[in-house]
Nanobody, 119 residues
Framework: QVQLVESGGGLVQAGGSLRLSCAAS????????MGWFRQAPGKEREFVGR????????YYRDSVKGRFTISRDNAKNTMYLEMNSLKPEDTAIYYC????????????WGQGTQVTVSS
């Protein structure tokens, strides 16, 4: 049973930085793809970015490219989302998710962590 636990959210001023963590447990993740999603009030959940656990290649939505960086620590089974130059429109609940490279979608989700960016 895959378990994902996010942490690191909070309140930050525009232009500031935050680092979110996603601690994963329950299996080995070498064949997994880990993703970050977010949902702002009144909006649908949207994809932020993802990382392949094996190899570490990343992919981001256009609006966060150059500001957000996803990384992972294999020894700690933890994925990170480093967010810089934050904007009020980045305010949302951020979720981490996991899927096997053989799955068609993300099947495992964390509980989410709130990020609020004040102007």
């Amino acid at each position: 049973q895959v378990q994902l636990v996010e942490s690191g959210g909070g309140l930050v001023q525009a232009g500031g930085s935050l680092r979110l963590s996603c601690a994963a447990s329950g299996r080995t993740f070498s064949s997994y793809i880990m993703g970050w999603f977010r949902q702002a009030p009144g909006k649908e959940r949207e994809f932020v970015g993802r990382i392949r656990w094996s190899g570490g290649d990343t992919y981001y939505r256009d609006s966060v490219k150059g500001r957000f960086t996803i990384s992972r620590d294999n020894a700690k089974n933890t994925m990170y989302l480093e967010m810089n130059s934050l904007k009020p429109e980045d305010t949302a609940i951020y979720y981490c998710a996991a899927r096997s490279q053989f799955d068609s979608g993300y099947l495992n989700w964390g509980q989410g962590t709130q990020v609020t960016v004040s102007s």
